[in-house]
């Protein structure tokens, strides 16, 4: 089961393209969004079973006892601190099948960070894989793996060039500039197909952002059998015209400013999340997960 969740995350985060690599500055990145000229957003947040496949590669790596395997588990606790009918997530929102697909949450900035790192080596990886550019190693060790540097140092095995392409991908986590950017083309698309919406509830989802999900009487959710955020790709946004899901609400996003998130969550009222973006977080907790944006950088070392 583990090595099946390992490879469906590979399987989604690998270019679905082949493009030569002389302008790789032209492939769209998994799950991106293109909101400007080399710079994309994530379509979703980051969910459960991208986070247990990150696991699962690290586990592989470097072993389950290990200080860099462990330093992936989110904090599931988070949980407890809420209110006793949320205690079952506790046990349930991470490891369940269930929520496979729901924003993964109970997880620190720095460990978003690192998540960020690991998913452009791994991106990157498989490219070069795909371009004949190097060799597939599913043997790889914690000796031996590929990394962003040590393709560039020449230290694989597995390299089927001596030639190097210039630019590799870089995801990491926005900043509070870059998330106002994100905000304004997700609104202008919004606004745009505002105007050629006819049904009800396309006006109801699209109109002054009536249905974010924000202000959740958490034990009312689960006394339903339901977590207070819900799957990344549901909410308002499933609605045709919208490329980005849930930028405000559900689970507020952490951005590259230390303790600063973004979008406001599931617990947040809406009047502050539509007057505020910015939020300020002090310890990891049940509202707060992530989304990466992506570009294309050239390597200069």
Request: aromatic content about 14%; hydrophobic content about 35%; charged content about 25%.
């Amino acid at each position: 089961m583990l090595k099946n969740i390992y490879f469906i995350t590979v399987a989604i985060l690998i270019f679905t393209s082949c493009r030569p690599p002389i302008r790789p500055a032209t492939v769209i990145p998994p799950n991106g969004v293109r909101i400007t000229d080399n710079f994309y957003c994530d379509q979703t947040e980051v969910s459960n079973i991208n986070w247990r496949g990150y696991m699962v590669w690290m586990q592989k790596i470097y072993g389950i006892d290990s200080e860099q395997y462990v330093s992936t588990i989110p904090d599931t606790a988070v949980w407890h601190n809420l209110d006793t009918c949320s205690i079952p997530f506790a046990t349930d929102y991470f490891k369940s099948h269930i929520y496979y697909d729901y924003p993964v949450t109970g997880v620190t900035q720095k460990q978003a960070m690192d998540y960020s790192k690991w998913r452009s080596d791994r991106v990157f990886e498989m490219y070069l894989v795909n371009q004949k550019l190097i060799k597939h190693d599913p043997e790889q060790t914690k000796e031996t793996f590929f990394s962003i540097e040590r393709y560039y140092a020449g230290n694989l095995t597995t390299l089927l060039t001596k030639e190097k392409i210039k630019y590799y991908p870089l995801f990491r986590l926005p900043t509070p500039g870059e998330r106002k950017i994100i905000l304004d083309y997700s609104d202008a698309v919004d606004l745009k197909y505002l105007k050629r919406c006819w049904s009800k509830n396309c006006k109801e989802c699209l109109e002054n952002f009536p249905k974010i999900v924000s202000d959740i009487v958490l034990c009312n959710s689960a006394t339903n059998g339901k977590p207070p955020v819900v799957k990344v790709t549901e909410g308002c946004y499933t609605e045709k015209g919208h490329p980005i899901y849930n930028l405000r609400g559900n689970a507020g996003e952490w951005t590259s400013e230390k303790n600063i998130s973004s979008g406001g969550s599931w617990a947040d009222k809406k009047q502050v999340i539509m007057l505020t973006d910015t939020f300020r977080i002090e310890m990891v907790n049940a509202g707060t997960g992530f989304r990466n944006v992506f570009e294309w950088k050239e390597w200069k070392n």
